[in-house]
């Protein structure tokens, strides 16, 4: 059984504005096939005013999606149409008290309904602008089509990689199997072979396209760029050496011996890779003992 | 727990005196049976006489064909897995579409290691074509795993013809019979199937019991290692305790087998009947004519199964449902997109599986009030209008679909 808040049962057991409006000047009606749920959304809008004076709806659907259903007519009542436009799904969850992962899909398809039935009401033809797929990530509700996109688009190769860049298996990490499925999966079709241990040796590999100087250079721009950050919070950090991929840092003010000193520097680790599209290790110079902690993970 | 449990195809509740008869085993029988001494001794014998009876529910020629395992599932990964190992030139697996996931995702990994799994069709009313079966047989396919009874709506494959066949060409026979144990009877020393797997709790016995049958001579590789428990063939210490509740479950079964395909019968008949004259569009999925006599399974056209579950569950009724919202999976049910079932009616399927413990007064109760919860549910949905579904609903509501 799903762990439904008390405010999903009582707007399934006893919805809101549920049922056909015959008078409705706007109509949505989305769906999701995976999951089966279908939604007819109906709004009178007053044309000289554009808010909505009244909104109904009739469901296929499980409890959550008949729940969204009626917290979205409850909400939305009364609104502008812009104002309308800008609820998200996150605001029919949270006003449901929130919806279980795998069921989040409801609340993204009462925002749909939303705005499609808004662009009807305006002469407009709207487009689905996403595709849902299989829920990979449980913890942070994370579905396969997210994950696959975001590993063509940034050519990721490692299940690090994604949870970078999706959250997608940073929680529990019980979908690692399925993250690296897909992995295999879309590097396959460039041609690399998805193996879980060759990441650090693999970037060694790859030379660097900047010469030292330029290279030099370019992480004392991203060291810039960090720079405001980290004096907001009375600290500082300086550029004290580059050798190969490995980059020296003085932590000066009160960033030195934060607690929270190996955090930042990983964060810093990250970024720097990004922007510099290789691998880099960041070591404070004076100390080893954080070399460790935050060396690659 | 007051309420009314027809969800009995899920699991099953665990008879008194079943408990009755395992409790000891926890406490004063607490032995190891392996041990010299006499506190093992008394737990390998009460361990030799739960063999016994389920040797006897299976009718099976010998009691070292049954090796204990610790549910259903490990019971089908153990014959699918032993028997290609044994087999390591033959490539290809055998199975149904309509299999205990079990079954199709332990396939469905072997596939991704490289061999070839044909998986066998089956017609709108969940029905195999034998003759496609007959072709596929060859010396290239290790194993055929078909289940007895489908879970979803309890329609019977006639395994006994496919394990003849599977021999005629040299194959090896399994069938996950978990939903058929104790429903229909079962005479496995007359019958052409090598390996079958039964679980405990879905014949009131408890979770994390079950049972593999090997038949003598069928060539094995154990799953677990370690230890000569099952002569070898499961490793790990004897959960005593659930073993000899099991035994008892499997002479309770065979005791009231007449009463499970009369009386249980005529309810799950009065029931579907019951159903279907008060609510439209409405249908019994499977082949009605060939299933378990414990299940129905009800598709109600135009609403969505979980709306229907917590509904039901608000009066104290437990059923299940073949929509993609309860399994987590957010995927309609296999069995019922494999027969063809329009997603409108899928989603909608409601299964009904009762057991020796439902009562007439029950079914009674469940007829009066699903046409109540069906009426409130359709009265939401965008296919129906007043009184039916609106004319021509597919293309009155054609929603984008994400």
């Known amino acids: 059984m799903w762990d439904y808040s008390d405010k999903v049962k009582e707007h399934f057991f006893s919805p809101h504005n549920a049922g056909a409006m015959d008078d409705a000047n706007a109509v949505g009606d989305v769906g999701s096939i995976n999951c089966g749920d279908a939604l007819r959304l109906m709004l009178k809008v007053d044309p000289d005013t554009e808010t909505i004076q009244d909104a109904r709806f009739q469901t296929f659907g499980c409890g959550s999606a008949i729940a969204s259903s009626s917290a979205l007519t409850e909400i939305i009542k009364g609104m502008s149409l812009d104002d309308a436009l800008k609820v998200s799904n996150q605001d029919i969850a949270d006003y449901l008290d929130g919806l279980p992962p795998e069921k989040m899909h ?128 009375h600290g500082d950090i300086e550029l004290v ?39 880099v290790k960041i070591v404070p110079s004076r100390a080893g003992s954080l070399s460790r902690a935050a060396s690659h993970p | 727990m007051d309420g009314i449990y027809l969800d009995n195809n899920a699991t099953t509740r665990v008879d008194d005196a079943v408990v009755a008869a395992m409790l000891p085993f926890f406490t004063e029988q607490f032995g190891n049976p392996s041990s ?78 490289g061999f070839k ?78 390996m079958l797997s039964l679980s405990g709790h879905k014949l009131h016995a408890p979770k994390g019991i079950g049972v593999l049958y090997l038949k003598r001579g069928v060539r094995f590789r154990p799953l677990l290692r370690g230890g000569h428990q099952e002569r070898g063939r499961r490793a790990g210490t004897e959960n005593a305790a659930s073993i000899v509740a099991l035994g008892m479950a499997c002479e309770q079964a065979q005791a009231a087998m007449h009463y499970e395909n009369t009386e249980v019968k005529r309810l799950r008949d009065k029931l579907e009947a019951g159903i279907l004259a ?38 104290g009724i437990a059923a299940s449902s073949g929509s993609a919202c309860t399994s987590g999976s957010l995927e309609p049910s296999h069995v019922m997109r494999a027969m063809g079932i329009p997603y409108t009616a899928a989603h909608g399927t409601t299964r009904f599986s009762l057991s020796r413990y439902t009562t007439e007064a029950e079914i009674d109760r469940v007829i009066q009030i699903i046409p109540e919860i069906i009426a409130q549910l359709r009265k939401l949905s965008p296919y129906w209008g007043e009184t039916g579904p609106v004319t021509e609903a597919d293309k009155a509501f054609a929603p984008v679909y994400a």
């Open chain 2, 36 to 113: 010299m001494h006499s506190f093992g001794n008394k737990v390998g014998l009460a361990i030799k006489k739960a063999r016994l009876q389920v040797q006897d529910l299976l009718g099976a020629e010998h009691d070292s064909e049954i090796i204990f395992t610790s549910c259903g599932t490990e019971s089908d990964s153990t014959a699918i897995l032993s028997a290609i190992r044994a087999n390591p030139d033959r490539k290809e697996i055998i199975t149904t579409s309509i299999e205990h996931p079990a079954v199709l995702a332990l396939c469905a990994h072997l596939e991704k290691e």
């Open chain 1, 106 to 233: 409801c609340s993204v398809m009462g925002r749909e309904a939303l705005q499609a039935a808004i662009a009807n009401y305006r002469g407009e033809e709207w487009k689905d602008d996403h595709e849902e797929g299989a829920l990979i990530c449980k913890c942070f509700a994370i579905d396969a089509v997210l994950i696959e996109d975001t590993v063509r688009a940034n050519s990721l190769s490692t299940v690090e990689d994604v949870i970078h860049y999706t959250k997608a298996g940073g929680g529990c990490s019980s979908c690692h199997e399925g993250i690296e499925e897909i992995l295999t999966k879309v590097l396959a079709e460039r041609g690399e072979t998805f193996s879980p241990h060759t990441v650090e040796l693999k970037e060694e590999d790859k030379p660097s396209k900047l010469t030292n100087l330029q290279r030099i250079k370019r992480i004392e721009t991203i060291l810039e760029g960090i720079r405001p950050q980290l004096q907001r919070d």
């Open chain 2, 117 to 194: 799994v044909h998986t066998l069709k089956v017609d709108e009313r969940g029905r195999l074509d034998l003759d496609v079966y007959g072709k596929l047989l060859s010396n290239r396919v290790a194993v055929v795993s078909v289940m007895w009874a489908n879970n979803e709506t309890g329609t019977l494959f006639p395994v006994e013809e496919m394990a003849r066949m599977a021999h005629a060409a040299g194959v090896l026979f399994h069938t996950d019979a978990v939903q058929a144990v104790g429903k229909v009877p079962i005479d496995m020393k007359h019958s052409a199937i090598d």
């Open chain 1, 241 to 279: 050496d580059v050798d190969g991929k490995t980059i020296y840092v003085n932590m000066i003010g009160a960033c030195s011996g934060c607690q929270m000193e190996a955090m930042t520097l990983q964060g810093i680790q990250q970024k720097m890779m990004e922007d510099l599209g290789e691998f």
């Open chain 2, 278 to 315: 008060k609510v439209p569009r409405a249908f019994p999925t499977g082949d009605v004519t060939n299933r378990l006599p414990n299940t129905s399974n009800i598709a109600f056209e135009f609403i969505e199964g979980e709306a229907i579950l917590l509904l039901l569950n608000k009066f």
